[in-house]
């Protein structure tokens, strides 16, 4: 603060530009108590505090995360959307080792998705997986009791065989998330993206360099280049 009000002074000359730096890593998931997990709860004020710098050039969000929830990735995206608009200041997403699938959907919320060169990007996809015991149990010699309302209260539960209804409820469900997710991969990304539907949102990743070919991200470097670039080499 000390610093923009020096600058305002008529006699310090035009200050450097300035952009913000906010970092989403790690994996995306509710708030945990063993563990520090990335949701909109644990970044709100960072993007909050980024977006009020004085006379700020951009936002810069650095994404490293392989995903997890589909919800808070959307919250965090939404939220960093709406406070752009807001200041009307503009996002750059900058993808350091890895922006898959949930990472990427974070990526999305950039007016611009820069990454390093090496980076993995993609995996445009929904997944949920989990274990089956019900041959363990029967052997141990455990009973097990479970009493509901809602004939399919008990989907999925890993301690009784596997009914294909339960699976096909599940893959509705994930296909479902899919969708949503595509869309929302071809709102942000419009007419930049090439190629077809069944290549770029089948789960598969990408060297970032590829990335760029297929209209997923803008450009790769490294950030520091890219912003002076863009902003000046005092920035």
């Known amino acids: 603060m000390l610093k923009q009000l020096w600058y305002k002074l008529p006699f310090t000359g035009e200050p450097d530009p300035i952009v913000a730096r906010v970092a989403l890593e790690g994996v995306i998931a509710p708030e945990a108590r063993t563990r520090r997990a990335l949701n909109l709860a644990s970044v709100e004020k960072a993007l909050m505090k980024a977006f009020s710098v004085p006379d700020i050039k951009a936002v810069v969000l650095t994404i490293n995360s392989p995903g997890g929830s589909p919800t808070q990735s959307r919250m965090i995206h939404d939220r960093a959307r709406a406070l752009s608009e807001k200041e009307k200041v503009p996002i750059i997403t900058y993808i350091e080792d890895v922006g898959a699938s949930g990472g990427y959907m974070l990526a999305l919320a950039g007016d611009e998705i820069f990454a390093d060169p090496f980076a993995v990007v993609g995996s445009i996809g929904v997944i949920t997986a989990g274990f089956g015991f019900p041959e363990a149990i ?89 912003l002076q670039e863009r902003f000046g080499e005092e920035v």
């Open 138 to 226: 029967e052997k141990l010699g455990v009973e097990r009791r479970v009493y509901t309302a809602g004939k399919n209260k008990s989907q999925l539960d890993p301690f009784k065989a596997e009914g294909q209804g339960d699976v096909t409820r599940i893959q509705e469900v994930l296909g479902e998330i899919h969708v949503l997710f595509v869309q929302m991969v071809k709102d942000r990304r419009g007419g930049r993206i090439t190629g077809e539907d069944d290549d770029l949102f089948n789960g598969a990743y990408w060297i970032a360099g590829d990335a760029v070919d297929h209209g997923l991200i803008d450009r790769t470097g490294d950030l520091r280049a890219l």
